[in-house]
């Protein structure tokens, strides 16, 4: 990798060019990570390691809009479980399953930093907060 | 103690989307005054000021400035730490939704004092809704000619908790796998690209443009003898009023807790996070400074109804996961520690498993390559010293 004088290392950057690849298809397929490697010149590992290293990179297709539930202690001690049924209800899915239709991935994830407002979610990029069974439905509709 | 807005000061006073608010309210003063002394006055004002690093380490600021500034090499790099993924910790998200310009100033000091042409911000992914904002404020100072020789950019994370480690950080900026380093060299000599570099939290520069503004002496009159200044706090869990406060170093934990956020039946309050420390309530006016416990400012209570082991498992289970697998003692100590709390979970602990968890304890204090292992067996160790019975009832006869 160069570490010459540029000021911006993006063009270099190979997580930067997963992102980008992941934002274009979803996720990073075997033969986008082999291309991706030899635009680099590096093996095929040094990019698998990478992108299956973060836990927002994935390596398998994913749902349009990935829904991510805070499970860590601030939203456990706001029962967070009964946000994660209350999804399970109405998609019809497990954490770590995505949708027959494609249109949800569903997973469980770490500190958000919204404790103040727990439970709470991610929808994609949205953050979702003091939420209630009730709202869940709600929510979920507006995501295509 | 009474709360104190030095680094909040800013927060519900201006328009984070419009530079002129800021820039009237004195905006930008402090790195003009900067750039009026010389690079080692800004250096010895901020040591002389006592600031300490407000991420959970501590480390002085001013000393690691000076270190980046006198390692040779033209080409330097500053960086501030926007990857809270502590447990409980929200502080630096409140800062950059209510006030980036504060800490462009202070990236842009820390710059000047160091040496640098370039600035990062590292953004954990999970603010992503944050980039736009935090970007557009880059952009103003930029275009309003305040950075001036010097550049930010914006760099964003891709979800790991161990990329809030600083050595794990430089690796994930430059496009690696977030694994933590072997030190030395440290990044002062050796830090993103293996050039001199400075990093320090979001907080930790919010600090700077006052201290320049106000003076060493003013800021160091603040808080205690080894703890200069005011602590943010995120504080979450059991209490009525949960949210981010600004106290002076030094004040009782129960101030916070009880006074501010309204905690009631209190069993006890996990300090700085999952790699954090437990404080039953009977320590509960334990002073927040560096020389008691502080870490990033993580406050999460747990009342009276809250099962001891069930936290301490919780917390075991996440740092495992998030452990990088670099260095063994963390990654295989981590999960030997879930199998173990997970049986205690159950009520099936075993009567070895006591003295097991002090050993692995102590293997991974020492020997793990960063914070994270280091700090991993706090919760264990804690519980095991206040809290011994309910480990003992949860032995199998």
Known sequence: MSKNNSLDKAPDNILVAIKEAQARSGYLSRSSIEKLAESFHVPINEVYGVASFYSFLAIKPMGRNVIRICRSLPCYLKNCQIIIDAVKQEIGIKPGQTTADGRFSFELTNCIGLCDKAPAMLINNDAHVDLTPERISQILKSYK | ?397
């Open chain 2, 1 to 397: 103690m009474p709360q104190v807005r030095i680094v909040l000061n800013k927060c519900g006073i201006i328009d984070p989307k419009q530079i002129n608010t800021y820039v009237d309210k004195d905006g930008f003063k402090a790195l003009k005054k900067a750039r009026e002394m010389t690079p080692e006055a800004v250096i010895n004002e901020v040591k002389a000021s006592g600031l300490r690093g407000r991420g959970g380490a501590g480390f002085p600021c001013g000393l690691k400035w000076e270190g980046a500034r006198s390692s040779p090499g033209e080409e330097k790099y500053v960086i501030c730490n926007a990857d809270e993924g502590e447990v409980g910790t929200f502080k630096d998200r409140y800062i950059l939704e209510n006030d980036p310009f504060t800490l462009i100033e202070g990236i842009a000091i820390a710059g000047y004092a160091v040496g640098s042409k370039q600035g990062y911000i590292y953004l954990r992914a999970e603010y992503h809704y944050l980039l736009d904002l935090l970007s557009g404020a880059v952009d103003q100072a930029r275009e309003s000619g305040f950075l001036d020789g010097f550049d930010i950019v914006v760099r964003e994370g891709a979800g790991a908790y161990v990329c809030g480690e600083e050595s794990a950080l430089m690796e994930s900026i430059e496009g690696k796998r977030g694994e933590s380093r072997y030190r030395p060299p440290f990044p002062t000599v050796a830090g993103l690209w293996q050039k001199p570099s400075t990093i320090n939290n979001v907080e930790t520069l919010m600090n700077v443009p006052q201290i320049i503004l106000n003076g060493s002496d003013w800021y160091s009159k603040i808080g205690t003898e080894r703890s200069k200044g005011t602590k943010v706090f995120s504080v979450s869990g059991d209490v009525g009023k949960p949210g981010v406060y600004e106290l002076v170093l030094g004040t009782p934990l129960r101030e916070l807790v009880e006074t501010l956020a309204s905690a009631q039946n209190i069993k006890l309050v996990q300090i700085g996070g999952a790699t954090g420390r437990i404080v039953p309530y009977d320590m509960v006016d334990t002073p927040l400074a560096f020389e008691n416990i502080l870490g990033a400012g993580a406050i999460t209570v747990f009342d009276e109804s809250r099962d001891v082991i069930n936290i301490v498992y919780r917390t075991m289970e996440f740092l495992a996961e998030e452990s990088c697998g670099k260095c063994t003692p963390c990654r295989q100590g981590s999960e030997a520690m879930v199998e173990i709390l997970e049986r205690f979970d159950r009520g099936k602990g075993l009567k070895k498993d006591i003295r097991v968890l002090k050993e692995l304890s102590d293997t991974m204090i020492l020997s793990s390559l960063c914070g994270l292992g280091q700090a991993a067996p706090f919760s264990v160790m804690d519980t095991l010293k206040y809290f011994s019975n309910d480990y003992e009832k949860r032995i199998q006869s």
